[in-house]
């Protein structure tokens, strides 16, 4: 195996920020959002930002992410699961598009969508979650939610647009910002 397939990527190059969010900073890692706990980070970007596989691996499946039939404030979004040989899993979602397919090989630094709108501004109001309000505050609606698990994974249910509906960290969950480390945008 080539050390250019090793590498690992950033995954969204055109990002506000040269790293993930850190602990108790909004998109953070297991951020408590007072009903839930977020499973990932939230990369922010443009509309349209390229997203890049961070490593290389096997495309376990695609699909619908957010969806106005799941909050008022959604757009339609989309996801793709990606599996590493070294059992690592990557849930890249809050994707416009998807160019990929269950089955599909990736190689790392490879283009698998571009970053979409998946929250619709115009639909957020006062009696929506406070963490979406202050997206909007912040000028920060569109991102990049990304999830890192150990494979084998166990189902973490409830689970709703990149968040857990409980208190306890499922075990296969793991913290982009440890496993990650010294991965930044150059």
């Known amino acids: 195996m080539s050390s250019q397939i090793n590498r690992k990527y950033w995954p969204v ?17 297991w951020e408590d959002r007072n ?8 990369i922010y970007a443009p509309i349209g930002a390229s997203v890049l596989a961070i490593d290389s691996g096997r495309v376990l499946d695609v699909g619908i992410f957010t969806s106005p ?24 979602a809050g994707l416009e598009n998807i160019l990929l397919k269950p089955g599909n090989n990736v190689n790392s630094g490879d283009t698998i969508g571009v970053v979409a709108a998946a929250i619709n501004t115009d639909r957020v109001s006062s009696k929506d979650p406070f963490y979406i309000r202050e997206l909007l505050y912040k000028n920060q609606p569109t991102m990049l939610h990304l999830e890192i698990y150990k494979a084998p994974i166990i189902e973490i249910k409830p689970y709703l647009g990149g968040n857990f509906l409980g208190n306890y960290k499922p075990q296969s969950l793991l913290d982009p910002n440890l496993f990650l480390v010294g991965v930044t945008k150059n």
């Open 13 to 29: 190059p055109d990002s506000y920020e040269n790293e993930f969010p850190r602990a108790g900073s909004p998109g953070s890692f």
């Open 35 to 42: 009903d839930r706990h977020h499973c990932g980070v939230d």
């Open 69 to 92: 039939n799941g909050n008022d404030f959604w757009n339609t979004s989309y996801y793709v699961i990606i599996k590493s040989d070294e059992n690592i899993v990557y849930k890249y």
